[in-house]
């Protein structure tokens, strides 16, 4: 699902415009480098944690997802790691301590991989503006200003509307992803060092001297077991997973999340009876698990609320 890295100025594939276009000018950032185009979208349900309690409680829900895929005419091929045991994983939230990322619609996170109860790999840094606006969300520069590689992911993620079940409503999410050894500033967590290395905070005018920390202290676990792939058709495949978000130490449960991606090269390769029949399957979903839903909230808010009333957010 994810593109190759290249290093340095690297970007996804520029193939849907995002913006209106200046009179014989394609929109572009200061550079002159065409705008990122969406090219994944990413469908998700939003769960109360409640009911997972085991990893049972997750395969479960697979069979829920399993029997809605035949219902609607979708072919569902199990993971095999799904008998398996789930994947787990360490994320860290970063803002100021007024949260002035979060309410100027940026997330600032770290994610590291456990394997059998070790830390592996690099850890991901994941910079990300996060609007309901398409244009605002392409027109907003995430490129890094680093020495080693990144990967840029523009994607359009679909959650439930916030009051009802049966809908959606889209989030866009303009990221740029790169492991933590790619970037060699010793103070990392100064917004001197993230104005340099992130261009588009210097909006926010904070003061150099001042610093991320922890949001509410809270580190969380992640839980996370691969279900299988959904086919849609035509070559549209979708990896699918559940998710329970955790705090760690207490184990206090934030919420669940089931979420499948469909990544693509423009809008229009995905045939409208592909995109119909992936509509069809996620709003039936929604409608055969109602009293799982935790509608109105994302998993990134359920962080910036562990200690009460949350951040003003664009989400």
Not at 19 to 45: N, S
Not at 190 to 195: E, G, I, P
Request: charged share 30%; aromatic share 10%; with cysteine.
């Amino acid at each position: 699902m994810e593109k190759s890295e290249k290093t340095g100025k690297s970007k996804s594939s520029q193939l849907n415009r995002t913006a209106p276009e200046a009179p014989g000018a394609a929109p572009a950032y200061g550079d002159g480098t065409p705008l990122d185009r969406v090219q994944y979208l990413e469908a998700k349900l939003i769960l109360k944690p409640d009911r997972f309690t085991s990893v049972q409680s997750f395969r479960d829900f697979g069979k829920i997802v399993r029997r809605t895929a035949k219902r609607v005419g979708v072919d569902f091929i199990e993971d095999k790691n799904a008998d398996l045991r789930p994947e787990i994983r360490e994320i860290i939230f970063l803002d100021t301590p007024d949260f002035a990322l979060y309410t100027n619609a940026f997330i600032l996170r770290r994610r590291v991989s456990y394997v059998d109860g070790f830390p592996v790999g690099d850890p991901e840094i994941v910079f990300k503006f996060r609007h309901p606006d398409e244009q605002k969300a392409a027109s907003l520069d995430v490129r890094p200003k680093i020495d080693g590689k990144y990967r840029i992911k523009f994607k359009a993620e679909a959650l439930p509307l916030k009051d009802e079940v049966g809908g959606y409503r889209i989030l866009y999410s303009h990221n740029c992803q790169f492991g933590l050894s790619q970037a060699h500033d010793r103070d990392k967590t100064s917004m001197a060092t993230l104005d340099r290395v992130f261009p588009a905070l210097a909006k926010l005018h904070r003061s150099g001297d001042d610093r991320v920390k922890l949001v509410n202290e809270g580190i969380v676990e992640e839980v996370l077991l691969p279900l299988g792939n959904l086919d849609f058709g035509k070559g549209v495949l979708a990896k699918c997973d559940i998710a329970l978000w955790r705090t760690r130490g207490e184990h206090l449960p934030l919420v669940g999340e089931f979420a499948f991606p469909v990544k693509f090269d423009r809008k229009e390769d995905i045939a409208a009876k592909q995109k119909e029949l992936a509509e069809q399957f996620y709003i039936t979903l929604q409608r055969e698990v109602a009293g799982w839903l935790a509608l109105g909230v994302t998993k990134t808010a359920m962080v910036y609320r562990l200690k009460g009333a949350g951040a003003q957010s664009h989400e």
